[in-house]
C-alpha cells in the first residue's frame, strides 16, 4: 500500500511539516509492504497559477502540461491521499488550492459530459485532510468555520470527484495541549491509514 502525503507550507521546520513527516512514519511504522512519497509543494517549486493552458484542459481544448500530468500520475499510484496544511483565512493555502486547480481537471479528476451529466472519475481514492490551525476550538464553532471548511473542500472538491474523506481532522491549540499532542495524533492517523483495507483483505 502506497501512500501521498502532499504538504504546503513555506518553512520546512514548521509544524506543519513535522505533522506531515510524523504521519509518514505512522504509516510505514515497520509495516512491510506500506510505503510514502511526501510531496513538498513549495521545496518542488509547483506553480499553482492557474493558465491559459490549463483553462483550455478545462474546456477539452488542450492536454495537460508536464508538470499537471506528473502530479496526476503520483495520484494514480497512490492507495491514499493525504493532504497536510495550515489554516489561511479558513480555508487551505493558495499553493494547495492552486495544486487543486491545476492537477484535478477536468477529463482526470471528473468528466463533465454534455447533457449536464457529471462522472466522477476518483472513486477509488481515500482521501485524509489534517488541517493545522491558530485559532482555538471555540473559535471554529461560534463561526461555523470548521462546517464550512468542510462543505467547501471535503464536499464541494473531492466529493464532486468521488473521492471519499475518510479523515477531516483539524490540529488546534487549546490551554491544555502543545504541539507534541498533535504529532502523536499525526502517527496515529498515518497508523490507521489502510487498516480498512487490510481488514477487507482479510476477511
Given at each position: 500500500?502506497?501512500?501521498?502525503?502532499?504538504?504546503?507550507?513555506p518553512?520546512?521546520?514548521?509544524?506543519?511539516h513535522?505533522v506531515?513527516a510524523?504521519?509518514a512514519q505512522?504509516v510505514?511504522g515497520g509495516?512491510?509492504?506500506h510505503?510514502?512519497?511526501?510531496?513538498?509543494?513549495?521545496?518542488?517549486?509547483?506553480?499553482p497559477r492557474?493558465?491559459?493552458?490549463?483553462h483550455?484542459v478545462h474546456?477539452?481544448?488542450?492536454?495537460p502540461?508536464?508538470d499537471v500530468?506528473a502530479?496526476q500520475?503520483?495520484i494514480?499510484r497512490?492507495?491514499a491521499?493525504?493532504?497536510?496544511?495550515?489554516?489561511y483565512?479558513?480555508?487551505?493555502p493558495?499553493?494547495l488550492?492552486?495544486?487543486i486547480?491545476?492537477?484535478?481537471?477536468n477529463g482526470?479528476?471528473?468528466?463533465e459530459?454534455?447533457?449536464?451529466r457529471?462522472?466522477?472519475?476518483?472513486?477509488r481514492?481515500?482521501v485524509?485532510?489534517?488541517a493545522?490551525?491558530?485559532?482555538?476550538?471555540?473559535?471554529?464553532e461560534?463561526h461555523g468555520y470548521?462546517g464550512?471548511m468542510?462543505?467547501?473542500?471535503d464536499h464541494?472538491i473531492?466529493?464532486?470527484c468521488?473521492?471519499?474523506?475518510?479523515?477531516s481532522?483539524?490540529l488546534?491549540?487549546s490551554?491544555t495541549q502543545?504541539p507534541s499532542a498533535?504529532?502523536?495524533?499525526a502517527r496515529?492517523?498515518?497508523?490507521?491509514l489502510?487498516?480498512a483495507?487490510?481488514?477487507?483483505?482479510?476477511?
Open positions: 500500500m502506497h501512500a501521498l502525503v502532499v504538504v504546503a507550507h518553512d520546512p521546520r514548521s509544524l506543519t513535522a506531515a510524523r504521519l505512522g510505514s509495516v512491510s509492504g510505503s510514502v512519497e511526501i510531496a513538498d509543494l513549495m521545496a518542488e517549486g509547483f506553480d492557474f493558465t491559459a493552458n490549463d483550455a474546456l477539452k481544448q488542450a492536454a502540461s508536464a500530468l502530479e500520475a503520483r494514480d497512490a492507495d491521499l493525504v493532504l497536510v496544511y495550515p489554516v483565512w479558513w480555508s487551505m493558495g499553493l488550492k492552486g495544486w486547480d491545476r492537477v484535478f481537471a482526470w479528476a471528473y468528466d459530459i454534455p447533457g449536464g457529471l462522472e466522477k472519475k476518483l472513486g481514492l481515500p485524509h485532510l489534517v493545522l490551525g491558530g485559532a482555538g476550538q471555540r473559535t471554529y461560534r470548521s464550512a468542510k462543505t467547501q473542500i464541494g473531492f466529493d464532486y468521488g473521492a471519499r474523506v475518510v479523515t481532522e483539524f488546534l491549540p490551554d502543545d498533535h504529532l502523536d495524533t496515529t492517523i498515518g497508523g490507521r489502510f487498516q483495507a487490510e481488514r477487507s483483505d482479510a476477511a
